[in-house]
């Protein structure tokens, strides 16, 4: 699928320092690694609230890691999903009367004019689950194979149910025991209590079609491909088994992350799916969680809307770390707003106190798992200075507008 336009991003002189993160299945910060190519999957929207501040929050932070990335020399291949077809996206076009596929085409169009707008470089594969039935059916095929997968014989439907068996590791990913993976699941979309699994935990890969659903062919019957597997099925196929980073929001560590994970393995029969898990924290509205469910959430769309600068809205969202649970409120967006009218008011005067000092500082806060309010206090103290003292060095304005925009994404050019 289509992503969207990408971001020009400066070259910064010198190569960044190497990027360590908080590993959230290990529950251990430690450097990551990648070759010449990094490899990361972030897991995409289901195409409807779109685009609302917890996304936001999360496609910034990996943002970042791309970022980084790029400035310490890799190459990077970063994929992202859609899940354009699922039970949320259905009963949402069922409530609103409305045909599902034109809901999920305009919800993917308003995000990517969102992450355009937030200048969010692209995921160089975008793909929609719609797109990519095939590799999960042929994915399928070889969990039934290897007895990793069975069909559910009991009721109606034969749905394919994955064995949580399947793999000695099951739960490292969320470290969970088995009570509060049961309840969970039972609040995230799965289905402990149906009827005819091995396990209550086992989780549907392949849902056979239901009345007024949609559904294709494939060897089990028609049906639809279940949630996990197809983030399993698309990573696989894109950047292969053992990549460097499985990126998402904390509210997809479990059940999701972890099936994913079982999944993809219980196909290669060893190893480890990512080499490091790394999740965002939730992101609340004046205190209160922001969810669909209490009708409080914040839309980029319309924040941009009512004149907001992107690049303000970023820099609230950098204010807090990106895995701490955290509150959007008014305030946080007006310091955002000073703070980013100091920094460009400062870029722009013809000379100021040299930066090479500043720049390196953001640098190795932000390769320090995404250090931003270190960062941020970094560039502070610069424009701070430049603008109290001025200065007589005539490139730092430009250097600190370059490592602000190639490291933050935040544009000082107004
Ligand atoms: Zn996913």
Same mark, same amino acid.
């Given at each position: 699928?289509?992503?969207?336009?990408?971001?020009?991003?400066?070259?910064?002189?010198?190569?960044?320092?190497? &990027?360590?993160?908080?590993? %959230?299945?290990?529950?251990? +910060?430690? !450097?990551?690694?990648?070759?010449?190519?990094?490899?990361?999957?972030?897991?995409?929207?289901? !195409?409807? #609230?779109?685009?609302?501040?917890?996304?936001?929050?999360?496609?910034?932070? @990996?943002?970042?890691?791309?970022?980084?990335?790029?400035?310490?020399?890799?190459?990077?291949?970063?994929?992202?999903?859609?899940? $354009?077809?699922?039970?949320?996206?259905?009963?949402?076009?069922?409530?609103?009367?409305? #045909?599902?596929?034109?809901?999920?085409?305009?919800?993917?169009?308003?995000?990517?004019?969102?992450?355009?707008?937030?200048?969010?470089?692209?995921?160089?594969?975008?793909?929609?689950?719609?797109?990519?039935? $095939?590799?999960?059916?042929?994915?399928?095929?070889?969990?039934?194979?290897?007895? %990793?997968?069975?069909?559910?014989?009991?009721?109606?439907?034969?749905?394919?149910?994955?064995?949580?068996?399947?793999?000695?590791?099951?739960?490292?990913?969320?470290?969970? #025991?088995?009570?509060?993976?049961?309840?969970?699941?039972?609040?995230?979309?799965?289905?402990?209590?149906?009827?005819?699994?091995?396990?209550? &935990?086992?989780?549907?890969?392949?849902?056979?079609?239901?009345?007024?659903?949609? %559904?294709?062919? %494939?060897?089990?019957?028609?049906?639809?491909?279940?949630?996990?597997?197809?983030?399993?099925?698309?990573?696989?196929?894109?950047?292969? @088994?053992?990549?460097?980073?499985?990126?998402?929001?904390?509210?997809?560590?479990?059940?999701?992350?972890?099936?994913?994970?079982?999944?993809?393995?219980?196909?290669?029969?060893?190893?480890?799916?990512?080499?490091?898990?790394?999740? *965002?924290?939730?992101?609340?509205?004046?205190?209160?969680?922001?969810?669909?469910?209490?009708?409080?959430?914040?839309?980029?769309?319309?924040?941009?809307?009512?004149?907001?600068?992107?690049?303000?809205?970023?820099?609230?969202? @950098?204010?807090?770390?990106?895995?701490? $649970?955290?509150?959007?409120?008014?305030?946080?967006?007006?310091?955002?707003?000073?703070? +980013?009218?100091?920094?460009?008011?400062?870029?722009?005067?013809?000379?100021? !106190?040299?930066?090479?000092? *500043?720049?390196?500082?953001?640098?190795?806060?932000?390769?320090?798992?995404?250090?931003?309010?270190?960062?941020?206090?970094?560039?502070?103290?610069?424009?701070?200075?430049?603008?109290?003292?001025?200065?007589?060095?005539?490139?730092?304005?430009?250097?600190?507008?370059?490592?602000? $925009?190639?490291?933050?994404?935040?544009?000082?050019?107004?």
């Amino acid at each position: 699928m289509r992503s969207w336009s990408s971001p020009v991003v400066p070259k910064l002189e010198g190569t960044g320092p190497r &990027l360590r993160l908080w590993d %959230s299945a290990d529950r251990v +910060l430690r !450097p990551i690694t990648p070759g010449r190519k990094a490899g990361m999957y972030v897991c995409g929207i289901t !195409p409807y #609230d779109a685009t609302h501040l917890g996304h936001a929050a999360t496609y910034l932070a @990996f943002d970042l890691v791309h970022r980084l990335w790029l400035d310490a020399g890799h190459e990077v291949e970063y994929t992202q999903n859609i899940t $354009d077809v699922d039970d949320p996206l259905l009963e949402r076009a069922e409530r609103d009367q409305r #045909d599902w596929q034109g809901l999920a085409a305009e919800q993917i169009e308003l995000f990517r004019t969102d992450m355009a707008a937030l200048r969010v470089v692209p995921p160089h594969d975008y793909v929609g689950v719609t797109e990519s039935v $095939d590799l999960v059916v042929a994915m399928i095929e070889k969990l039934v194979a290897n007895q %990793s997968a069975y069909v559910v014989t009991e009721g109606e439907y034969p749905d394919v149910y994955h064995r949580i068996t399947a793999t000695e590791d099951f739960g490292y990913v969320s470290g969970y #025991d088995r009570d509060e993976m049961v309840r969970i699941f039972r609040e995230r979309g799965g289905d402990p209590d149906r009827a005819g699994k091995a396990d209550p &935990l086992d989780a549907l890969l392949w849902r056979a079609a239901r009345p007024g659903e949609p %559904s294709w062919p %494939s060897p089990f019957g028609p049906g639809r491909p279940g949630w996990h597997i197809e983030c399993s099925a698309i990573a696989l196929d894109r950047i292969g @088994f053992g990549f460097d980073v499985q990126g998402g929001g904390a509210d997809l560590v479990f059940p999701h992350h972890e099936f994913s994970a079982a999944h993809a393995q219980a196909q290669i029969g060893h190893g480890r799916f990512a080499r490091n898990y790394v999740h *965002a924290g939730m992101i609340g509205l004046d205190g209160e969680k922001m969810s669909k469910s209490r009708g409080n959430l914040v839309f980029v769309s319309k924040l941009r809307a009512a004149g907001v600068d992107p690049s303000a809205i970023r820099l609230a969202l @950098f204010a807090g770390h990106y895995r701490a $649970d955290r509150s959007w409120d008014q305030g946080l967006l007006e310091e955002a707003q000073a703070r +980013l009218a100091r920094w460009r008011q400062a870029a722009s005067l013809a000379s100021g !106190p040299a930066a090479h000092d *500043a720049a390196a500082r953001l640098r190795e806060h932000l390769a320090n798992d995404l250090d931003t309010p270190k960062g941020l206090a970094a560039v502070d103290s610069w424009a701070v200075e430049a603008l109290a003292h001025g200065g007589s060095d005539r490139a730092a304005p430009g250097l600190v507008a370059t490592a602000v $925009d190639a490291l933050l994404g935040v544009s000082l050019v107004p």
